[in-house]
């Protein structure tokens, strides 16, 4: 499959790459652009508080993006991961702080908008540090970019991409914040954009990584694979070479198939009507030739203007390198109606300097590295507890209830074990273990909190420090916003801890993109929620909990993580272990009561 050897690249060491990619990055725009201290993180400037400001980024490898879009009237900074990894928590909240001002100096800001594609490392890592950053007291939004037509929606959250459309959605954002809207404003056109882009990509070869030790020939010299993903994901089919004509009009009929999703009811309506007014943008994929991509995007509008596809005007016409995948050779095509956008126009249109918008970037004056200080984690929070009335939590309790929970889940670790070794990758238990181990250390060490509010964040602290993984930041995600929740309270007694959990759930699944039916820990979670919203008594929640999690056991597809790629017979009599950890939790918690 891969025993060729690789291409060659102009590389020193593979693991400095990205580093490296920067300072080059740096040189070139040193009058632009500047490197955040610390961190794989760069930032225009011109950092303007009085203006939203715009954040975007994920894993090396696809560019110009995202620092490529960094530029008056597009983004104020890109967080870069490495080749193809999700940027940390670390860098993104630095990155939040950098461009936004500390709440304690009394300059207000008008809030950061984080816009993010829609992987589940980035949801995760991007969605955790807006909530740290919104419990400092910074004014934060996320939007997720989901434009990949290739899978069919019932395939779940994790087929729906973020690809080169993107980049559209940040020429909107950024020309929104340019002329001074506010965060809501921009969140909303961001979000209009979001909604009616969608984009199809055609690879006719697999990507080679920097450092890889042979060459990706997954797709011979006559076969080609649409909808390949741009890390080389699976895409909808492969098929034998075509016309550059029959291959634009594959994209544009798929795009035009999937369609956008209207109303409150989510009604599925074509991507564009007969004789619409559209934007196109045509992506080389990385290792495309220029004079083929000129072919193809000539091919893109010759079929949108016949019959065949609407007879639709082509208006606006983008051809280039937008969102690449290393050295991929193939295109993607992304399509928007300015006829159901028409408020997006002008927007579209506005100038923006952004490095990788201009053909020609020529620059005078100093070419100095810039190297902004980071800016640092506050020192103490300014929550005053004694402040909140406090009832219904006794310690005594808590202390019995969290030692029978960390019990059950280190027991367990066979089992989930088991189980995750069929369905996933085979670490749920361990990492369930870890994180129970560290809990009843720091509870041995009096670390965690007396009363609800530290608590729930030294439980998110304890998680974070010692599971990793997806669970333990989807885990994270839940305890910070129950604490984020309850300290907004001005009292706290059971019915507030009980909405504090439905805010945490809530969370998980915004971030994570998981719901019930996913075969997911949310097919536990959900079951506890929809409970307490109905008042049930803690029996009843607690059957809810273990009846949604055995029901995974049933389930042969799933939506979200890694059992999203497994046949209906690898899944099938498997309950997923995530979901049993949750309703061990419940029955344990039942037991010390």
Not at 96 to 114: E, F, N, Q, W, Y
Not at 302 to 310: A, F, I, M, N, V
């Amino acid at each position: 499959m891969t025993s060729s050897a690789p291409p060659k690249k102009f590389i020193n060491e593979p693991e400095n790459a990205v580093s490296e990619f920067i300072s080059g990055l740096l040189r070139q725009y040193p009058n632009k652009l500047q490197k955040l201290q610390n961190h794989n993180v760069i930032l225009s400037t011109n950092i303007n508080y009085d203006k939203v400001t715009i954040l975007s980024g994920g894993g090396s490898g696809h560019e110009p993006s995202h620092a490529g879009w960094i530029g008056e009237g597009m983004l104020t900074g890109a967080i870069l991961g490495g080749i193809f990894a999700s940027p940390s928590v670390a860098s993104i909240l630095a990155a939040i702080r950098a461009v936004t001002p500390d709440p304690s100096s009394g300059i207000k800001g008008k809030g950061c908008l984080l816009i993010v594609k829609n992987y589940t490392g980035d949801r995760l890592n991007f969605g955790l540090a807006e909530e740290i950053a919104h419990n400092e007291g910074r004014n934060v939004k996320m939007i997720v970019v989901a434009d990949d037509a290739a899978l069919p929606r019932e395939k779940g959250v994790t087929g729906a991409r973020g690809v080169a459309g993107t980049v559209l959605v940040h020429k909107i954002a950024g020309a929104a914040a340019k002329r001074g809207d506010s965060l809501e404003e921009v969140v909303q056109l961001a979000s209009d954009m979001a909604k009616n882009v969608k984009s199809l990509g055609v690879a006719l070869s697999a990507v080679t990584i920097p450092g890889a030790t042979s060459i990706n020939d997954r797709l011979d010299e006559k076969t080609i694979e649409i909808g390949m993903g741009i890390h080389g994901e699976a895409g909808l089919q492969k098929s034998c070479l075509k016309s550059a004509d029959e291959l634009a009009s594959i994209m544009i009929q798929t795009i035009l198939d999937f369609g956008i999703e209207e109303g409150e009811e989510k009604t599925i309506v074509p991507t564009f009507n007969k004789g619409d007014d559209l934007a196109v943008l045509v992506n080389n994929l990385g290792g495309t030739s220029n004079f083929e991509m000129s072919i193809l995007a000539n091919s893109v509008v010759k079929q949108l203007e016949s019959e065949t596809h609407g007879s639709c005007s082509v208006s606006r016409l983008l051809v280039g390198s937008f969102m690449t995948s290393f050295d991929m050779q193939g295109a993607s095509v992304s399509i928007v109606s300015l006829s159901k956008s028409n408020h997006l126009v002008d927007l579209l249109d506005d100038e923006t300097d952004a490095i990788a918008w201009q053909a020609v970037d020529i620059m005078k004056g100093t070419r100095e590295m810039k190297e902004l200080p980071e800016v640092a984690a506050p020192k103490n929070k300014a929550i005053d507890y004694s402040s909140v009335p406090i009832s219904d939590f006794d310690a005594e309790t808590v202390n019995k209830v969290v030692k029978a929970v960390c019990k059950s889940l280190i027991d367990a670790e066979p089992l989930l074990t088991k189980y995750d070794i069929i369905v996933g990758d085979g670490d749920c238990g361990m990492t369930m273990e870890r994180g129970a181990k560290e809990i009843l250390k720091r509870l041995e060490e009096e670390q965690l909190g007396s009363s609800p509010i530290p608590f729930f964040e030294s439980l998110a602290v304890a998680v974070s420090a010692s599971m990793g993984g997806t669970s333990g930041i989807l885990l994270e995600i839940l305890f910070r916003k129950m604490s984020s929740y309850l300290n907004e309270q001005t009292s706290i007694n059971a019915e507030s801890l009980k909405l504090a959990f439905v805010e945490g759930v809530n969370a998980v699944s915004f971030y994570g993109g998981a719901t019930k039916g996913s075969r997911t820990m949310m097919d536990a979670l959900v079951p506890a929620e929809e409970e307490i919203l109905k008042g049930s008594n803690f029996d009843v929640i607690v059957k809810a909990v273990n009846d949604g999690a055995q029901s995974t056991a049933s389930m042969t597809s799933a939506n979200a993580g890694r059992s999203n790629y497994l046949s209906e017979e690898d899944l099938k009599n498997t309950p997923d272990p995530g979901a049993i950890a949750v309703g061990l939790v419940f029955s344990a918690i039942q037991g010390a009561l």
